[in-house]
């Protein structure tokens, strides 16, 4: 009888402990999560503090109570930014349908994706894992298989973006010139170009990797440069065997196409940026864009930077060049931010309603095949 009695107790204990475990690691979690979040606004505001600190912002304010911007220019662009996202939402709708063993529901994708900019902004990335969750629970899909179409996505946003630099180079070779010797990238490349010891040092980069094969693979760089080049190899494969790819491709052009377009036209919200050509938009748009890759929320601070940067090359005072970057990216930040959050509040409904019709389908399916199979 005492022994049962010390069994039983040990048991308690057991599981007291197994559950104060479990809580513990649940906090230490949320703790992490917590200072995540905390550290990547720090970094933001941080950075955008660095980008701002030497710059007018009056000039700014006495535009403002004039009413020199032109607010209907910037909300024509979240408009078309809003377009290039739910073009995007159809576009994955083409990789993830012969993955599913139903029909997926496209508003739910494009809810997704809407959604996942506004989730962006509390943290880096959250957003991108939250539509692979919703998609993998309410579409019959497996998180792994959304996750493998999210590279897929980011491998040719990536070729889409040096497909852009090449043709701007190629078509703006004045203007690009000019933006590297801001930069003073031109000179730093010719130095390295026709420096003998790059060719020196790649040579033995080469020869090492050569005589010290087995060392070199088991180090973790090394490994994860190869796991990179391979999911760099599957994204493209799969691109070449999907269905629709043609589809896939225009989509993905005329997704670029409008993404650029909700940039430029903001130019023309401000006096100053009338004389900016097409050229200097492109640059602007695409060293925006690489300033969007930082992880921190929605690109704050990096993108501002880069913007800055380009249209300074052009000729377009800090003051001023502050100004557009704070207005056009707040603005459409925003924009897309309360665009997002409606469809998320929105993803109940159309997984009810996705769910129904689907329920609906089969019973029809079944009932035709019950009543007019011979």
């Known amino acids: ?151 897929t996505e980011r491998i040719v946003d990536l070729l889409m973006m040096l497909l852009l630099l090449l043709l701007v180079f190629v078509c703006y070779t004045t203007q690009t010139m000019q933006l590297l010797n801001h930069i003073r990238l031109a000179n730093l490349l010719q130095q390295v170009l026709h420096s003998p010891w790059l060719y020196v040092a790649l040579v033995l980069m080469v020869a090492l990797v050569t005589l010290f094969r087995r060392t070199v693979t088991k180090w973790s760089v090394w490994t994860r440069l190869v796991t990179l080049g391979r999911s760099f190899v599957k994204g493209l494969i799969s691109v070449r065997h999907m269905k629709g790819k043609w589809l896939f491709i225009l989509l993905t052009f005329v997704i670029y196409f409008f993404y650029i377009l909700a940039f430029y036209i903001t130019f023309f919200a401000f006096p100053f940026m009338h004389n900016m050509g097409v050229g200097v938009g492109l640059l602007a748009f695409i060293m925006a864009t690489f300033g969007v890759a930082v992880p921190v929320q929605g690109g704050i601070g990096p993108w501002h930077f880069m913007c800055i940067t380009t249209l300074v090359a052009f000729g377009i005072s800090h003051n001023n060049a502050g100004a557009f970057a704070l207005v056009v990216h707040t603005f459409q930040t925003v924009g897309i931010a309360v665009v997002g959050l409606i469809a998320i509040l929105f993803v109940p409904l159309l997984t009810r309603t996705s769910a129904y019709l689907t329920n609906k389908k089969q019973d029809i399916n079944a009932y035709g095949k019950r009543n007019f199979e011979p």
């Open 1 to 151: 009888m005492l022994a049962k009695v010390l069994y039983f107790i040990l048991l308690e204990v057991s599981s007291n402990n197994k559950e104060n475990t479990q809580n513990s690691s649940e906090r230490s979690r949320r703790r992490k999560k917590v200072f995540r979040f905390i550290l990547s606004v720090l970094t933001s505001l941080i950075l955008l503090w660095l980008v701002y600190r030497k710059i007018d912002l009056n000039p700014l304010f006495e535009q403002l109570r004039k009413g020199d911007i032109g607010w209907g220019i910037l909300l024509l662009s979240v408009l078309f930014e809003v377009i290039a996202n739910t073009l995007r939402g159809l576009r994955w709708y083409i990789q993830l349908q012969p993955l599913s063993e139903q029909n997926i529901s496209k508003p739910i994708l494009i809810a997704g994706l809407w959604g996942t900019y506004t989730l962006n902004l509390v943290l880096p990335r959250m957003g991108d894992i939250w539509r692979c969750y919703l998609v993998s629970n309410t579409q019959k899909i497996s998180f792994t298989s959304t996750l493998g179409s999210l590279v």
